[in-house]
């Protein structure tokens, strides 16, 4: 694979984005890899745990413009199908970490609020750049929206500005932001935590976190009893 980074170790299947020329954007080759990786992963009992992250000072620039532009059948996967990417955490049984080591705009923002659990570098950006070259953070929205307090999705959405780090932790985004060089120790003891819960009971938990906030009360209640 030419655009991502694979590996496994102790149960931790990790993706790095690799195409830093690009910026890691979404284009039709990297999400192709990307996808292709993770069904491997989500195929493989003995992964536990799946950590995204990156190479270069960019995590992801968002969609590949210049493929974007051409016809429409050479769209980026990710535009065709978004639950073959951004969906895909909710529907798996498995938890996701996002190991941000760099910008996030776009896209990128999308993938990062994707992850069931991200952290990062408290010198990476992020915004929705998109109404700033005239479309709208659309696909990301579905994954993005249940995380943000009304307020900050329409300040965040329509102003296209760049905040930081801190900014995306108390608008709900991410998880954490932590000087780089704690990185790697922050991820680090989340894996340890995800590792020391029954992969069953974790699987159970992410349906919880998905459905009871959908459900009528009395339902919730009989579907969880």
Not at 58 to 80: D, E, H, I, M, Y
Not at 132 to 140: H, K, T
Not at 191 to 212: M, N, T, W
Request: aromatic content about 4%.
């Amino acid at each position: 694979m030419g655009f991502i980074e694979t590996s496994l170790d102790d149960g931790v299947f990790t993706v790095t984005l690799a195409d830093e020329a690009r910026r890691n954007a979404l284009s039709t080759e990297l999400v192709g890899e990307l996808v292709e990786a993770l069904d491997v992963a989500e195929a493989d009992d003995g992964v536990r745990v799946i950590v995204l992250t990156n190479n270069g000072n960019t995590f992801c620039a968002g969609a590949n413009l210049a493929q974007q532009s051409s016809t429409t059948t050479n769209a980026p996967v990710a535009v065709r199908r978004p639950q073959d990417l951004f969906g895909r955490v909710r529907r798996s049984a498995k938890p996701y970490v996002g190991r941000i080591a760099g910008h996030c705009v776009a896209g990128g923002v999308g993938l990062a609020a994707a992850m069931d659990i991200s952290i990062a570098a408290d010198n990476a950006t992020f915004g929705f750049s998109e109404v700033r070259i005239g479309v709208a953070p659309a696909v990301i929205s579905v994954v993005c929206l249940p995380k943000l307090r009304a307020a900050d999705a329409r300040a965040t959405f329509l102003r296209g500005n760049r905040f930081p780090a801190a900014e995306a932790v108390r608008i709900g985004l991410i998880n954490a932001a932590v000087p780089r060089d704690q990185l790697d120790a922050e991820v680090d003891a989340v894996i340890g935590d995800l590792l020391a819960g029954h992969p069953d009971a974790i699987a159970a938990s992410k349906q919880l976190l998905d459905r009871v906030p959908t459900m009528d009360v009395d339902d919730a209640f009989e579907w969880t009893s």
